[in-house]
């Protein structure tokens, strides 16, 4: 009897090689043209329908830094100096955060700012108007608002010699400058009402301790003085002398600590009214002269390439697709079309009969 071999089975290709990946290229080179001139034409339209926008920059650092005057201050504080301004200053980054904080926004938003409108007139409003912020009520207007100038912000903080860069982009040039100048101006603020605020703090802690200290003070005088008048002959007697020092020790260590708190209190009243500024500004802002640039070239040149990988994804998954295709597969497909006609050429003659 003679054997009947077993057919080989069906191989089919799994992944494209590099032959087939340039075939691939070739044959769908006009697909391949026809994305990359339209995603450079898209990059280019891009570019030229994206509205004009001016940039306002600004630098400014803070006088020096809280632990290291607060450092000194304890220092000195040791062998009796007092040295002013000891409550110090917060790091570069701290300011660069709260830039984009919501209460310094809503600061800003709040104000009103010039600028020429389409026809040229001089006009002053709100910047929510400028900007045209929608909502249903003004919370929800502010709340847009503070997402918008979020947008139009940028930061940065030079480490080493501790400057912090701002620069604000709008649609105007006189905006970008005003609102660059509100947010130092907020900045200021905010250190000025903060600085009162821990001065009023420390002033009203400090004007208890002095009462209590001034008491203690006059107790310690007082309990002094009866000595004095109940001993006038006390230098043969060890333990009234004894006793007379610590009484005069007890009375110049009270006036020590009643003096520093006084000159502590002195200077916290003092504090409560200053609003000399923390920050120094090495850079004000000014109106930019010219607007940014619009980058087609660059957009175009991006909007080629995106559509030239997107085309090459594309083309290689048809490659793909097609070389997966399973012998097995499209021999099924022949022999169910070839069913399906002898089931139609069957139908009639049922009916017939």
Do not use: C
């Amino acid at each position: 009897m003679k054997m009947i071999e077993a057919p080989e089975p069906h191989t089919y290709q799994e992944d494209i090689s590099v032959a087939a990946a340039g075939a691939a290229l070739l044959r769908g080179r006009w697909t391949l043209l026809a994305f990359v001139f339209l995603g450079g034409l898209f990059g280019v339209l891009w570019a030229r329908i994206t509205p004009p926008s001016f940039k306002s920059s600004a630098t400014f650092m803070s006088q020096g830094t809280g632990s290291q005057v607060q450092g000194l201050a304890g220092l000195a504080g040791q062998f009796g100096f007092a040295i002013p301004g000891g409550g110090g200053t917060e790091s570069p980054e701290f300011y660069q955060a709260l830039l984009t904080s919501p209460d310094i926004l809503t600061s800003v938003l709040g104000r009103d700012y010039s600028d020429s409108d389409e026809d040229g007139q001089l006009v002053e409003k709100p910047l929510l108007d400028w900007i045209q912020a929608d909502g249903a009520n003004h919370a929800q207007r502010i709340a847009n608002g503070i997402e918008w100038l979020k947008g139009s912000i940028a930061s940065s903080v030079n480490r080493q010699t501790g400057v912090v860069s701002l620069a604000v982009t709008t649609g105007w040039p006189g905006i970008s400058q005003q609102v660059a100048s509100a947010l130092l101006d907020e900045l200021q603020n905010f250190n000025v009402r903060t600085r009162r605020t821990q001065a009023a703090a420390e002033r009203a802690f400090l004007e208890e301790r002095v009462a209590a200290t001034g008491a203690e003070l006059d107790e310690a005088e007082q309990a002094l003085q009866s000595f004095l008048q109940q001993n006038r002959q006390f230098n043969n007697s060890t333990e009234l002398q004894f006793q007379s020092d610590r009484l005069q020790r007890a009375v110049v260590m009270r006036e020590q600590v009643y003096t520093g708190l006084v000159e502590a209190f002195e200077q916290a009243k003092i504090r409560e009214v200053r609003d000399t500024p923390v920050l120094t500004t090495l850079q004000d802002p000014i109106v930019p002269p010219f607007r940014e640039a619009r980058r087609t070239v660059y957009k175009g040149l991006v909007g080629m390439i995106l559509g030239g990988g997107l085309a090459v994804v594309l083309l290689f998954l048809r490659a793909h697709a097609s070389s997966r295709e399973d012998p097995d597969v499209r021999s099924l497909q022949r022999e169910w079309e070839a069913t399906k006609s002898d089931i139609m050429r069957l139908l009639p003659r049922r009916r017939r009969a």
